[in-house]
């Protein structure tokens, strides 16, 4: 964990309103420096809404924040000299070479000639794009990209970095090769806040926002989360699929089911007592039963739980 006392973003009840609609309710966190903090949650929940507030461009409703020690709605100049920022949709320049965009982004972070120069050769050993200087970037795969755009996001080497679902459209093997980059940012003294709908890619964080509709529903470890879990947790494959929903849904020693995938996740009190019972209400239904395991629940079973309970409180 690269974590010490010291605060790098502190949150209390920032909100923001596009006229009735709340993006942003009242939510409270705090990262610490050093730490790879992950931002979770759906489209439409709020993440980028909280970055850009964080970032020092939209002014919040109410509630403040602090970016470095500056305050989010009076400072927001000095916030922007010391963070770097990359978003989902690349900005970088097509029609320019890696080293020109390099050049750049240095000379809009007020880097001088030297000193570009130096950070332009950290750049590209780190996105491992020595000997593609003079390629285009039009001419670049998406992972590439990914790691030019991470690399010019930090090439004034910022106290603090906000990645925006920087991962997105991405083959899964450029996934894990940028979060190798990540843990060499953070490793160096960077705070990172990642947002991200890749629920492998929230295990890699220290700890976790899970944000839903505006509202953090759950801050901890991915191991924390994970033991907030109650109950036993079955994997079901059946056949049909969604006739076995529809009757495991209708039981009362069922406390929640959903669809993963080509399989159900079934959340019970006692697995051992109950799996019979469940068994003969699917054979009962002449639904056939490929197998039913007992397993250890996933960051993806707590959200989806989290998000179902939420739903079943709304009046």
Not at 61 to 83: H, L, M, N
Not at 151 to 158: K, L, S, V
Not at 295 to 311: R, W, Y
């Amino acid at each position: 964990m690269r974590i010490n006392n010291d605060i790098a973003i502190e949150v209390t009840n920032l909100t923001k309103s596009f006229g009735d609609f709340v993006a942003v309710d009242s939510i409270n966190f705090q990262v610490k420096k050093g730490e790879i903090f992950g931002f979770l949650g759906p489209n439409g929940a709020g993440k980028s809404t909280t970055i850009r507030m964080l970032c020092g461009v939209l002014k919040p409703t109410s509630g403040t924040g602090k970016v470095a020690g500056f305050d989010i709605k009076t400072q927001p100049e000095k916030i922007k000299r010391c963070i770097g920022y990359m978003s989902q949709k690349f900005s970088l320049y097509e029609d320019l070479t890696v080293e020109e965009n390099i050049d750049f982004f240095g000379g809009i972070y007020g880097l001088d000639k030297e000193k570009r120069k130096e950070r332009q050769k950290y750049v590209i050993e780190m996105a491992g794009l020595t000997g593609r200087e003079k390629s285009l970037v039009n001419e670049l795969s998406g992972g590439w990209k990914q790691r030019l755009s991470l690399g010019c996001a930090i090439i004034h080497n910022p106290e603090i970095l906000f990645l925006d679902e920087p991962t997105s459209g991405v083959d899964p093997i450029s996934r894990r090769n940028f979060w190798d980059l990540i843990y060499q940012v953070a490793d160096n003294g960077s705070t990172v806040l990642v947002t991200t709908h890749y629920m492998d890619e929230a295990e890699h964080c220290d700890r976790l926002c899970l944000i839903y509709r505006g509202k953090i529903i759950a801050l901890g470890t991915p191991y924390e989360l994970k033991g907030l879990h109650y109950g036993d947790l079955l994997e079901i494959e059946c056949d049909p699929l969604m006739e076995g929903l529809e009757v495991l849904e209708k039981l009362d020693i069922v406390q929640d089911v959903a669809l993963f995938g080509a399989t159900l996740h079934v959340t019970v009190e006692d697995a051992q007592n109950i799996i019979p019972i469940i068994e003969n209400h699917l054979t009962n239904e002449n639904i056939k039963i490929i197998r039913i395991d007992k397993i250890d629940p996933s960051l993806e079973d707590i959200f989806v739980s989290l998000i179902e309970l939420k739903e079943k409180e709304k009046p």
